[in-house]
């Protein structure tokens, strides 16, 4: 048991360091990206300065209309120093919201990938079931706390597969079908007991429950994933 904990252990810590790396690395790569813009920008008092030059280099401008073209210039410059002063407040919300979509993309995607090992190690254990209770006569199956209404064909089907694994056997089509029908395994086709399994799992719904709970065993038949002590039959 000490090698699955360490295992997971493991994998939690290197997952761990992964999404911190990524989020460094993506802050990182955000903020160099970020100071080499902001100071690329021009700088918003440069327009008021090339203004504040002409009034000094040419006093000899004393004409009101001369006069009133500076004070449109110093005017334009103070507005275009306070529309880049939004831009690049702009650009800094902007930068805040893709660091933030980018972390949240990091997070979801280690997620996932976990998640896909989580549900292979699923797939390869079988799934965890505590109580399997089989009601013949109500036609209901009760699988952990959850309750399946089956058809009498489906419930028939379950109820040979669980004998069979109460014996630790493995049933093919043709020795399902041939218990089920009371008739030789050699009379029984084997695509009638397979037809049997798939009405089954659909029957039972929940694709995962029902891929996980009824193996299907390469060149041998069928079996339920579960502790043969879980099994009770009413």
Do not use: H, W
Not at 33 to 53: H, K, Q, S, Y
Not at 74 to 99: E, H, K, N, Q
Not at 147 to 171: G, M, N
Not at 209 to 230: F, P, Q
């Amino acid at each position: 048991m000490l090698d699955p904990i360490s295992s997971a252990t493991d994998t939690r810590r290197r997952a761990n360091l992964l999404i911190g790396g990524g989020i460094a690395a993506i802050v990182g790569i955000l903020a160099f990206a970020a100071i080499a813009l902001f100071l690329t920008l021009p700088d918003g008092n440069v327009f008021n300065a090339r203004v504040e030059r002409i009034f000094v280099e040419n006093d000899s401008l004393t004409a009101e209309a001369e006069i009133r073209l500076l004070e449109i210039l110093a005017a334009s410059g103070t507005a275009f120093s306070d529309v880049l002063g939004s831009y690049r407040m702009m650009l800094f919300v902007l930068l805040i919201f893709a660091t933030a979509l980018l972390i949240a993309a990091l997070v979801f995607l280690v997620m996932i990938v976990a998640l896909n090992r989580r549900l292979g190690q699923i797939e390869r254990a079988g799934i965890q079931v505590s109580s399997l209770v089989i009601s013949r006569e109500q036609r209901m199956v009760t699988l952990n706390n959850m309750e399946f209404k089956l058809t009498e064909a489906a419930i028939e089907t379950l109820a040979v597969l669980a004998e069979a694994r109460l014996d630790e056997d493995v049933l093919n089509g043709a020795e399902i079908e041939a218990v089920i029908t009371g008739r030789a395994s050699a009379d029984c086709d084997e695509a009638a007991g397979a037809t049997r399994i798939k009405r089954l799992r659909d029957a039972l719904g929940n694709q995962m429950v029902s891929e996980l709970l009824i193996r299907t065993i390469a060149r041998k038949g069928y079996m339920l994933t579960i502790d043969k002590k879980a099994i009770r039959m009413n």
